[in-house]
């Protein structure tokens, strides 16, 4: 028997092997078919020399997956757990164990991409359709988006589009007085970058002022509730838009703001089961007028039909809007919250209009017998009406009961004096009575309360209730047992292709593993069940692990601090542009507002720079799919003394490490400007180089791309940036639990983002260690020049460095095929669901061509098995050009194929119902069947419906 060394017993590298598709064995027969001796040498060929790092980044070695969890755990148990009361848009909930189990705990949810290829993404459709459905009930409003992040970065996105929509000439937004505080931090920072000035004031003084649009909070941050109707109507008769910002489970009881007259409604969906998390991630709702249908920001889920006339749906109107219009997008939103909008509409599913209407009226009902026992003890209460929100005046006492409240196990609001008390879905009597007790020491008579509110209850008048019915659609009524509940679930996963089906190889996604280790301490309550507002002595397993993750993201890109606020990428991209603007102002130099953007960039870096508050000025790519140095350098220097910034992606979006990135940001610099590095490829970048020692001022860092956080069919997402340290002092911070003593203004709602995924990336990190996290970085690249190697003699490759070599994706040039035969990188992508395959990135960064990245997850045989599948259709082209298949009668152009179009009794194609369905022998195995055929998106558009029709759920 061989002596093993204790070391490799023990097997703390274990998970890198488990991370990494291609064995060792496979690693070689990879390079030895692209013609590398090993990854170094492969990286050598490349990777521009000057900027391999010196030295392995600094990061503790590898910890096996027991060991890393016992770690986190270990962290996760500094928290201290209390039921939270302190509200401000946050909430305990009561996750149904249904949905726990079979959405948020499911890969068959987290690990989908983004629904862009409607036809096998139908049950993730339909679920975020049922989500917009119960936002227009609620809301009162005819048209939802599919979410947006949060509920104050939706105020913003409300704000930039009542701009566009008044008539108004004014440049200032109306913020009521009692708005959250940290919507109103993100607004204020929007509105830096956008020119506005905000007024504050009482939602009735709102239409006094010259305003374009007016933000009213319903209920109020202090809980108050009041009839908004005249103050609306006032402000439409000015010409302004009116928002209300609303609490999704209080308009089950509430009058909604749709029957009050608002134009746009929006908010958290946190309460409809999603447990607050130290601040997310959490689904925001936005509603409008259907008018406003092409003015709304984010992704809208409209009804179409098939090619055979079957209803069928998809992303309407915004479907990669901002690629396509780019800094002249509505928003720059890329990903939004698809699964937890997902989770917000199961569970008004699983409780329907009974359920939620019990669940909203019993929050009320302890919350009015809470008032009650303390009106009888002689405590004053300031609310005059309300939902769930009291406010007590107890003068000097306030303090103490504070803190009396906390030993007791319960977090309330202290605030100017006074306790707010919000009552929440996991409060019960016992919990009414134990607050009474540590309030007034008395004992109260929990039932003799009861009968006096159920015979009376003034805090919510007649006026403010709601008579209109709510979630009549049948699928809100059909699925309340559990058993119907896990099957209605199924039916939808099994609509959808998820990586725990097949490779997904999107170009600039990075669909990698998801590990299950990784995804474990979410739902532990240590995590999942923080405020985010708690008091900092409760949270401190929340700010080692912060601490932790910031320091490792530190040492992986080479900067000197970092910001973990941003909950998307493309927040991440804003941050830092703003961080950026708030830099160049310090100096003095605000006039610097000239942003660069190569041809190439993400269509999300544009939108970013004019939310910034920066103009954009492009720059042109050569013909190798480099950023044109010259163009760059006449540009720089035409815009020197205006000069703000270059946003550059490095490896580019092209798929190349192009050989002078160090000179680029000299350039900038040298003309007084900062340099963003758009990480979306930092994927290729861990462990070999870093944007700090390129040379880059500020980066966003996508967790949800490099650091395996899931894309979870749409979001979560988190956009971290890194700043070098002439730039920490202007990342955001937040008015409520500010990670910096300035006073620099928040970009999301919550401190941290979205703080309860981060153990993801810090388990991957963990269990990966640098000497993993380097071979990830290999093996991605590897997999990427494999794919171009065996695919190039059959679809050109169309940009490759000086050594022949791509990144981590490369670029397949359709359009000699679509000349000679008609067929388009549409058909193919369709055709690929026919093999199983979700397909490449259609049409991003070059119209015409199809963008692959394998990543480092994929094996040999799941590459092999997409390469075959790349293979065997450009056979079925050569068919229709050789003239065996008519150009529009062929199985690319009738592609995707269904079991139902298989299934009828007349098959009247040039080619057999075999080749249709099983066109290579090994996806008889295991085949998907898409749910639709093609879709038809110019007819979804022309008849725009986006609530659930009948015969869905």
Known sequence: MTALALADLLQQDAFIARHLGPSPTEQMEMLTAIGADNLDELMAQTLPAAIHLPAVVDLPPPRAEHRALDDLKRIAQKNVLKKNL??????????????????????????????YQAEIAQGRLEALLTFQQVVMDLTGLELANASLLDEATAAAEAMSMARRLSKSASMRFFVDGTAFPQTVDVLKTRAAGSGFELVFGDAGEASRHDVFGALLQYPDAKGEVRDLSVSIAA??????????????????????????????V??????????????????????????????????????????????????ALQTREQHIRREKANSNICTAQALLANMAGFYAVYHGPK??????RRIHRLAAILDAGLQEAGIRQLNLAYFDTLRLDVGERASAIHQAAQAAGYNLRLQDGEIGIAVNEGITPEDVAALLFVITGGTPDIAALDARIAAHDPALPENLLRHDAILTHPVFNRHHSEHAMLRYLKKLQNRDLALDHAMIPLGSCTMKLNAVSAMLPVTWAEFADMHPFAPREQTLGYQALIAQLAEWLKAITGFDAISL?????????????????????????????VCLIPKSAHGTNPASAQMAGMTVVEVECDAAGNVDIADLKAKAKTHAAALAALMFTYPSTHGLFEENPREICALIHAHGGQVYMDGANLNAQVGLTAPGFIGADVSHINLHKTFAIP???????????????????FMPGHVTNAQHSDAQGAVAAAPFGSASILPISWMYIAMLGGKGLKQATQVAILNANYIARRLHAHYPVLHVGKNGRVAHECILDIRPVKAATGVTEIDIAKRLMDYGFHAP???????????????????KAELDRFIAAMINIRAEIRQIENGVWPKNDNPLKHAPHTQETLAAADWPRPYSREIAAFPLPWVKENKFWPAVGRVDDVYGDRNLVCGLPPGFG
């Not at 509200?87 to 991409?113: F, Q, S």
């Not at 439409?236 to 009050?260: H, N, T, W």
């Not at 969906?269 to 920001?297: K, T």
């Not at 991440?572 to 102002?585: C, K, P, S």
Request: proline share 8%; hydrophobic share 40%; charged share 15%.
């Open 86 to 115: 302190i509200g401000l848009g946050y909430h305990d909930t009561l996750l149904p164990n249904v949905i726990l189990r079979n959405v948020l705990e499911n890969p068959g949810w987290y690990t989908a991409y983004t629904p």
């Open 235 to 264: 402000l439409k008769a000015a010409g302004a838009i009116a928002v209300v910002a609303a609490d999704l489970l209080a308009l089950a009881l509430l009058k909604s703001p749709g029957d009050m007259g608002a134009d746009i």
């Open 266 to 315: 929006l908010g958290s969906s946190q309460r409809f089961g999603i447990p607050c998390g130290f601040g997310g991630p959490h689904a925001a709702f936005f509603a409008a007028r259907a008018a406003y249908a092409r003015s709304m920001p984010g992704r809208i889920i409209g009804v179409s039909r098939d090619v055979n006339g079957k209803p069928a749906l998809r992303m």
């Open 355 to 360: 359920g939620i209407d019990v669940i909203a």
């Open 565 to 593: 606020q941003p909950n998307s990428g493309a927040q991440g991209e804003y941050a830092g542009l703003t961080a950026i603007r708030r830099y160049h102002a310090s100096r003095g130099e605000a006039m610097r507002k």
């Open 711 to 729: 894309h979870g069919g749409g979001g979560p997402g988190m956009g971290p940036i890194g700043l070098k340290a002439h730039l920490a002092p």
């Open 841 to 859: 990135t259609v049409s991003f960064p070059v119209p015409g061509a199809l963008m692959v990245e394998p990543t480092e997850s994929e094996n």
